[in-house]
């Protein structure tokens, strides 16, 4: 089938390469010449396990294209795909303007039958906005008979394994109201279902509600569970059996149970303002929702709290190791990341911070700016070496087994403040290292640490 993608962001970017992937015919349509340029020579605009090989393949083999003319997008693919930024407006809701500009574009352009697809995710009601868009535009060049469909398919990516997450999809949500594009969607997602019936077809307002309250559930869990981890502490239990305790209830499962330091990125704290914001535009106030976002602001200064109650609220003259800038592993990316409050928080109150990460450096230098004290270490003990305590905000691998012994000698003070739970209490207090987890109990280091590399 012939598709065009317009918006070659994440989600836009990794659609197309996938559906080439199974042998469609996909030019991607993108406004920025600098990024189709790069494209065009083989250099991906984010970092994504498996993109890269994906996009070079079938690019080289004809079946994947970028251009930034969107009349030759319009006229290229019979499904129109709109997977262009829903950046959250001023009052947390979702601005639509680029995904209407793709509408217009679409209904200025069109000749022949198209089937428009919604990826982006965007609030309800949106479908109709965007029928109605190409219907005017399509009025004004007096072809209003040309016919089209506009169905909503939201995605359902993680960031980190979006390639693995579009191959192998738990399920396919598609919103639409007539057979025809039904029949279309059908035919497009059947490689992707040959095992069972991934497809779930509904009206086009569900479709577009799903993925908000897919996303709006998955974050209020995190939140319910990092309350539940402060409670822990206080009561003198331990989250991480309590988690396994209540994962273990079939109702419940074993996913998505992990406290942390508050989650980021750019999904879950834009969906669940754009939610809020859409529940209170028709007067129905979303109380747990509310309270998920509150919640979630508050674990963010969750580690800088434990840091000012272990070391004074004025951190002049001292020195902390951050490990992870990204939202979480596997990603570039530190849009709303908990690393972007640790930081500037440290540096607010006079600390100096040595920070690491392994995918993440460049772009949290482009969202932090110069910050006074603030440097990147080029490997994670490096970090470490004269500072007075580690800080963990990001479960990547390479932190998870480090050279314990040696971590509690570099580091001036043995302090390991840990937002991600990743070590074994202890353990910790073998090798000397005061520990401070997340809804669990502090442990200080023994009085004589095991050598473990002896
Ligand atoms: C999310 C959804 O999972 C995906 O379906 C949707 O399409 C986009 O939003 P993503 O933002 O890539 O994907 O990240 P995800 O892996 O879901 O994690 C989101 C945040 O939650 C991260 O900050 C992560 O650290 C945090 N998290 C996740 C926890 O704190 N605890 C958990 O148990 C799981």
Redesign the pocket.
Known sequence: MKLTIVGTGYVGLVTGACFAEMGNDVLCVDLDPGKIERLRQGELPIFEPGLKEIVLRNAAEGRLHFTTDIQEGVRFGTMQFIAVGTPPGEDGSADMQHVLTAARAIGRHMSDYKLVIDKSTVPVGTADAVQAEIAKALAERGMSKVPFSVVSNP??????AAVEDFMRPDRIIVGVDDDRAALLMRALYAPFQRQRDKLVLMDVRSAELTKYA??AM?ATR?SFMNEMALLAEKLGADIEQVRRGIGSDARIGPQ???P?CG??????PKDVKALLSSAAGVGEPLHVLQAVERANDRQKHVLVDRVVNRFGADLSGMRFAVWGLA??PETDDVREAPSLVVVRELAARGARIVAHDPEAMDRAREALGELPGLEYAPSPMAALEGSDALIVVTEWKVYRVPDFTRMATVLRQPVVIDGRNLYEPAMMRECGLEYHPLGRPAVAGAPAPLALAA
């Open positions: 995605e359902f990516l993680k960031e980190g897919a996303n998955l995190i998505f149970l992990y942390g989650y980021g990125g750019s999904c879950f939202f979480k």
